[in-house]
């Protein structure tokens, strides 16, 4: 297989070719929005339909020869199909509008999942119709390209899911796609190509078995808040923190004044959970640069599952301590981007 690959993609035709694709695909506007017309449908015969070309003129030639009116007959009869499976083949794609979501962010090599949406305002459904990647590269190293079919209803919209799998991180544009249609004889060959302008983020491959969190760094100007009552029951409490231990809760105030206090820790007082690039390792070059990005992406996930307020420093800049899904994705986006 490997060898196999190797050899398709030595080859000056198939070389050719994907330049020549790679070239076409640069001509198509970016829109996440695509109505097929006539000016962007494209048609051409298959082989099976070269055969039935071919099997047409031999069935032509010998009832000329032969004076056959059955065959004659026939040779028409066949023609006259063929000509209404390429109408039928051509206006089965063409007025159908094509919407793309943008994929959510994912980790590198993990599988992104674009969702294309295919809406119909004809009166009849419109059938085998496919979606699937524009990758001439992939095309060649597997020789064939993964399609997803489905049936658009009459006035009506189906979805389809298109899924691949970013390597590296950072910020990627989707994928050209292609739709196509051999409906319903299969002797013509119908499609369109469409380059969304949506993107992904793809944050850094987490690491599998990353080491414990750092320590944390004291605090500068840390203090503690006084709650305290007339009899000092509740001295040396503070706010709630995210990440406070439930031994740490003083239930009775909660109770009586429906606050949530903790009872201060001189050590979560005076020290910051921070995720520093320079602390994920010593490995030097653009490898290490990864594995060390691959290490604070899995502290990121690590101290977020654990309810912890983190803060990370990357050369391009600092971010400060907080908790949440929302300060969890800017760091992993800071992360994608470093």
Partial sequence: MATATVFARLNPLTVARARFQRWWQARLPLADTLRLTQRNVYIVPTVP????????????????????????????????????????????????????????????G???VITVQLSSERKSPRRGIGVALLDPDAKAATGTDHWTWTDVPALGSCTVHVAFAPTTRGLHRVPPLKAETRFPLGTFRVWCYWRPAAQVMVYPKPEAHPPPLPQGEPR??????????????????????????????????????????SRDSPQAQQHALWLDLAQAGAVSGAGGLELRLSRLCAWVLQAEQLGLDFGLRLPSGEIRPGGGPAHQRRCLEALALC
């Fill in 220 to 261: 500068s100007g840390a203090g503690t808040t006084a709650h305290a009552t007339a009899g000092g029951e509740f001295d040396g409490v503070r706010a709630y923190r995210r990440g406070d231990p439930l031994k740490l809760v003083v239930w009775k105030k909660f109770a009586k004044a429906d606050e949530l206090v």
């Fill in 49 to 108: 339909g070269w055969m039935m070309a071919a099997t047409l003129l031999v069935l032509l030639v010998s009832s000329i020869n032969y004076q056959l009116n059955l065959g004659y007959l026939l040779t028409f009869l066949l023609a006259g199909c063929a000509a209404v499976s390429m109408h039928v083949a051509h206006a089965t794609l063409r007025g159908i509008d094509l919407k793309l979501a943008a994929p959510d962010a994912q980790f590198a």
């Fill in 110 to 112: 993990a599988n992104a």
